[in-house]
């Protein structure tokens, strides 16, 4: 019997709906995100999918290893 191990859970991965609303941001409006997502190129800066509040290029993760909410949403 073949077994496949599963990759350990990052214990800081949020979801970006998390990140969305911690930045005041209503998941489920799309012009809303449509508008951080604007800011946040413009800025060249976005909030990491991390509990720990870390904000990277809108392309890259965070020393803990969580990817930008741009690049979970598909953004990117």
């Known amino acids: 019997m073949k077994t496949t191990q599963s990759k ?3 214990p800081y991965r949020i ?3 998390e990140v ?3 930045e005041g941001v209503d ?3 799309e012009d809303s ?3 951080f997502v ?3 190129n413009f800025d060249a800066t976005a909030p990491a999918c991390c ?3 870390c904000v990277v290029e809108p392309d890259g993760t965070c020393h803990h290893g969580c990817p930008s909410v ?3 949403i598909g953004l990117i």
Do not use: M, Q, Y
């Open 70 to 72: 741009l690049l979970v």
């Open 38 to 40: 604007r800011h946040a």
């Open 20 to 22: 969305l609303e911690n």
């Open 51 to 53: 509990s720990e509040g």
């Open 27 to 29: 998941p489920s409006n």
């Open 15 to 17: 979801t970006a709906s």
């Open 8 to 10: 350990p859970r990052n």
């Open 33 to 35: 995100v449509f508008a």
